[in-house]
């Protein structure tokens, strides 16, 4: 691919919008977010009771005292 685009016949020939077109070749196999494979078959094994004692609740306006009733 770099001889052919190397030589003048070719690049006099190539427009700027097919010189777009061939920057996918050169890119598709990059991926900057990394890969993550998902096995939709199994189950995270959570355990939801320290789950839900993380969690926070709703925020409440400052005039309320954190020991009122909700």
């Known amino acids: 691919m770099q001889q ?3 030589d003048p016949k ?3 020939t190539l ?5 777009r077109a061939l920057s996918p ?5 990059v991926n ?3 890969r993550f494979e998902l096995d ?3 189950r995270l094994e ?7 004692k993380v969690v926070p609740g709703p925020r409440r306006p400052e ?8």
Not at 46 to 52: K, M, S
């Open 15 to 19: 427009t700027d919008a097919d010189r």
């Open 25 to 29: 070749l050169f890119w598709t196999h």
């Open 4 to 6: 052919v685009l190397a």
């Open 32 to 34: 900057p977010y990394g």
């Open 63 to 70: 005039s309320e005292s954190a020991t009122a009733p909700a």
């Open 46 to 52: 959570l355990d939801l009771a320290t789950t839900a």
């Open 40 to 42: 939709m078959n199994s």
């Open 10 to 12: 070719w690049a006099d």
